[in-house]
């Protein structure tokens, strides 16, 4: 029986458990959006709900036991300036895991974990990425086709010539 038994072990020793949900934790709140197993997207988002259910607390103390955990100053920086800010409102269910399948390699489930209110910038961004291929895309087919006409023409001047 499973009885008051909380938390994966994820197949590793305490420690490296906890440098693993740390690694993840900062990756998330940095990238928005990080892909991983599904055991570990279920782990890390309570572990990230915690934190910023913290640092949304905004005092010395909180930003103390934050820098705790995430060692990296310019993510806690982000987390208390812009994450809090556009989650203030919210009283919870700050992240989303989305399954994705098993990977090939070892079938092991796959998900997505991402911040909530940074769906809409993460797809805008991607929009934009594609807008920029399309716009390149395009140019270098008039480039192309620019070239063909010149060439067109340098052959009928040369036939000309002749």
């Known amino acids: 029986m499973r009885h ?3 938390g994966r072990k994820l197949g590793r020793t305490a420690s490296h458990r906890k440098a693993t949900l740390t690694a993840l934790a900062t990756a998330l709140l940095k990238h928005k959006r ?6 570990k ?4 988002r309570g572990f990230v709900e915690k934190l910023i259910t913290k640092a949304k607390k905004g005092d010395l103390h909180a930003h103390k036991q934050v820098m705790n955990v995430i060692k990296d100053k310019e993510t806690v920086k982000e ?5 809090v800010p556009k989650i203030g409102d919210r009283p919870g ?3 989303r895991v989305v ?4 990977r090939l390699g070892d079938a092991a489930q796959m998900a997505i974990i991402e911040l909530v209110d940074y769906n809409d910038i993460l797809t805008a961004k991607a929009e934009e990425r594609k807008e920029e291929k399309g716009i390149k895309a395009k140019e270098k087919k008039e480039a192309e086709d620019s070239e063909a006409i010149e060439d ?5 001047e040369s036939a000309k010539e002749k």
């Open 34 to 39: 990080i892909k991983t197993t599904l055991a």
């Open 79 to 83: 987390l208390f300036a812009e994450i």
């Open 152 to 156: 067109a023409q340098f052959v009928e």
């Open 4 to 6: 008051r038994v909380k």
């Open 93 to 95: 269910g700050y992240t």
């Open 41 to 44: 997207a279920k782990e890390t």
């Open 99 to 102: 399954k994705l399948g098993n």
